[in-house]
DNA sequence: ACATGCTACCGAATCGATTCGGTGCGAGCC
DNA sequence: GGCTCGCACCGAATCGATTCGGTAGCATGT
């Protein structure tokens, strides 16, 4: 059966069986307009210490909580919502330990603003769930930005609200947060150059949003933007390294790369370039496996700067990226946006980390 | 310099300077009433189809990309947004699979409802964020309860917000989505005790929130519902066994806990119950750093039938919960509660899968 | 031809709070 | 004493959409 809104509302008041209260009625049993009184509570204008006492007891008889924050957000023009979206089911977005550190920064960064996080996916199926057309939201976040994203997307910016966007491009007028991946992978492989390595392979994160593991040919058409970059860094010393595509950032993808890498016990590389330190840790433990030291026989980066939980007591050669500090721009940008400024787009740099993965290249055979 | 919400609003539409168009504006050009042309974009009302056709072109001519979210969550009394507390910080509660796999469900859950998720952590310094009271709410899931977050709820419910609590106690009244902790812990030591192991010990969950590394004895007190519960069916089978508590569910703080437990060679247990699996992982590479080999020398059960990422070719034996399950289960209540039905508490049950981590108890030394 | 039923649409009240231009009043100043 | 100033408070418009009772118009049945 149907039930309207205003019914539930008293099915759900017990004690009295009458509706909530509103600021009008704290108003009235207090002997003060709703004017008052509702200054009362934002604090937005000085009142008397009498009034205020008068209106917070009259509050307290009535059972009054505070305003509603849908009818202050109507008036307000403001939600105190900030949207972040992701390609990927929400789940396994938390899987990567970055984009866990970004969000923490985002979370600090929107907090003074007096707003949360609202999650959301970009692909809607029911088309009845929140979207970002639905949802009221004062702005939004996208962590990387897929194609599919690119229409809705264009109606959120019509609709007038701030975008921002992690790691992905969304057009030119969309400020964007972005890392020197190119460059800092490039560091990272002048690294192994130095160590004398000539032999190197790299893993890569997916090609492609939905990729699959294997490895990349000439003709294979990377279209995730982080994988690229980075890829073109590495090649950019080492223009002939072989490349094998992980399908997700994870240990276990590593590993299966590294098991791939290492397989052929006459073409082995002397180093690996993992572009993320989950993917390192697998091909460490691959290289383990094969009975290979780590950094004697061969060296591993990583990219990224996390802490790899069980990863001791290894420490890895890698390219520590400022995640949280991405999340806090990515906030930092949306406040400025809703304050009327324009925001503009930022490129954070890595910082080169030298563990104990990395080595000199072993004596040819 | 401050601004009122109408001025940004002028500033925001650069290309005319106007104002955003209402439903009334598209009405008036549709030449149609605001109620029509609202249950053109509703849908909940049947509509002509020349009609629907004429709406929807003054939207297009006006630019305007449909309601505004928060008008309409005021006077449908409804937002759209469930709200899930955290008693930890938010960049931390990922960290843990289990929350992962939970979110994961709730969101499955909360989509049909045409809801988002808001994230929301109890402590809130600076009293200017979000909370439980400040956000438009339809509902809160709560992860754990701490008592700091026992006040606040008691607001909340005041607003007539309806609460679930998964994994603790909020009160009676507060539907709560469980697990059978003891009974399936028990599960576990009992298989080890049929095994023949006798000598036993426990690496716990934090005993307290803030939980430091160490021994329990027999006068610490264990605060957190989860931890008490699993240590309470391990004891059951081995009363005498001794307990050290990590200070988080991470594969290092198992490793941690393994080298404590494992020091002593001549007190070496030849079993350790974990209670979570990525505890478990940190205990066997600990028993493998001091020479044992699992499950011949020592057997390790875990908790939580996660995946653990790079345990491989360890399969452990573990308890395994419907983590997606009790995400799910509490959008479901959330659900129920929104339709003004009472929600029931939920209880589910661990089921027990062997892996290769525990075997008989070596031949006594 | 009249009662009946149905479709498609309209009007007006309503959701609950915020905001801003005013107003009354008492104090201070010359 | 008249005048200004500031404080504390009030009134009324406003935010933008939804909803529900009501009605005009038309077709159907007998």
């Given at each position: 059966m149907f039930r309207t809104g205003y019914d539930r509302q008293i099915m759900s008041r017990q004690d009295t069986g009458t509706r909530r209260a509103t600021i009008s009625d704290v108003a009235r049993e207090a002997g003060v307009s709703p004017s008052t009184a509702s200054v009362v509570f934002s604090g937005k204008t000085p009142v008397s210490d009498a009034t205020r006492r008068r209106v917070l007891d009259a509050a307290a008889a009535l059972g009054y909580t505070g305003p509603d924050p849908r009818a202050a957000s109507l008036r307000r023009g403001r939600s105190g919502i900030v949207?972040?979206?992701?390609?990927?089911?929400?789940?396994?977005?938390?899987?990567?330990?970055?984009?866990?550190?970004?969000?923490?920064?985002?979370?600090?960064?929107?907090?003074?603003?007096?707003?949360?996080?609202?999650?959301?996916?970009?692909?809607?199926?029911?088309?009845?769930?929140?979207?970002?057309?639905?949802?009221?939201?004062?702005?939004?976040?996208?962590?990387?930005?897929?194609?599919?994203?690119?229409?809705?997307?264009?109606?959120?910016?019509?609709?007038?609200?701030?975008?921002?966007?992690?790691?992905?491009?969304?057009?030119?007028?969309?400020?964007?947060?972005?890392?020197?991946?190119?460059?800092?992978?490039?560091?990272?492989?002048?690294?192994l150059r130095a160590l004398g390595h000539r032999e190197v392979a790299v893993v890569t994160l997916p090609a492609r949003v939905d990729g699959a593991r294997g490895w990349l040919h000439n003709d294979t058409a990377v279209n995730v933007d982080v994988t690229r970059e980075r890829l073109a860094g590495a090649l950019d010393v080492f223009p002939d390294a072989p490349a094998f595509a992980a399908a997700g950032s994870f240990i276990d993808e590593g590993f299966a790369a590294g098991r791939e890498i290492f397989a052929d016990a006459d073409?082995?590389?002397?180093?690996?370039?993992?572009?993320?330190?989950?993917?390192?840790?697998?091909?460490?433990?691959?290289?383990?496996?094969?009975?290979?030291?780590?950094p004697d026989d061969v060296s591993v980066t990583?990219?990224?700067?996390?802490?790899?939980?069980?990863?001791?007591?290894?420490?890895?050669?890698?390219?520590?990226?400022?995640?949280?500090?991405?999340?806090?721009?990515?906030?930092?940008?949306?406040?400025?946006?809703?304050?009327?400024?324009?925001?503009?787009?930022?490129?954070?740099?890595?910082?080169?980390?030298?563990?104990?993965?990395?080595g000199p290249a072993p004596a040819a055979a």
């Amino acid at each position: 059966m149907f039930r309207t809104g205003y019914d539930r509302q008293i099915m759900s008041r017990q004690d009295t069986g009458t509706r909530r209260a509103t600021i009008s009625d704290v108003a009235r049993e207090a002997g003060v307009s709703p004017s008052t009184a509702s200054v009362v509570f934002s604090g937005k204008t000085p009142v008397s210490d009498a009034t205020r006492r008068r209106v917070l007891d009259a509050a307290a008889a009535l059972g009054y909580t505070g305003p509603d924050p849908r009818a202050a957000s109507l008036r307000r023009g403001r939600s105190g919502i900030v949207g972040v979206v992701f390609e990927e089911h929400i789940g396994t977005a938390f899987l990567d330990p970055v984009k866990t550190l970004m969000m923490d920064g985002l979370a600090d960064a929107v907090t003074p603003l007096g707003a949360g996080l609202l999650l959301l996916r970009d692909h809607e199926p029911t088309g009845s769930g929140p979207s970002l057309m639905t949802a009221p939201l004062d702005a939004a976040v996208l962590i990387g930005c897929s194609g599919l994203l690119r229409e809705s997307l264009e109606m959120v910016r019509a609709r007038g609200i701030p975008v921002v966007v992690i790691e992905g491009d969304a057009g030119d007028d969309v400020p964007r947060i972005g890392l020197d991946n190119r460059e800092a992978q490039r560091q990272a492989a002048s690294h192994l150059r130095a160590l004398g390595h000539r032999e190197v392979a790299v893993v890569t994160l997916p090609a492609r949003v939905d990729g699959a593991r294997g490895w990349l040919h000439n003709d294979t058409a990377v279209n995730v933007d982080v994988t690229r970059e980075r890829l073109a860094g590495a090649l950019d010393v080492f223009p002939d390294a072989p490349a094998f595509a992980a399908a997700g950032s994870f240990i276990d993808e590593g590993f299966a790369a590294g098991r791939e890498i290492f397989a052929d016990a006459d073409r082995r590389p002397t180093a690996v370039i993992a572009q993320s330190d989950l993917l390192a840790a697998g091909v460490i433990r691959a290289a383990e496996e094969a009975g290979l030291r780590v950094p004697d026989d061969v060296s591993v980066t990583g990219f990224d700067g996390i802490v790899v939980d069980g990863l001791a007591p290894y420490e890895l050669t890698t390219l520590v990226q400022p995640a949280t500090d991405k999340g806090r721009a990515a906030g930092a940008a949306v406040a400025a946006m809703l304050e009327g400024t324009p925001a503009a787009s930022i490129r954070f740099t890595c910082t080169f980390r030298e563990g104990n993965t990395t080595g000199p290249a072993p004596a040819a055979a």
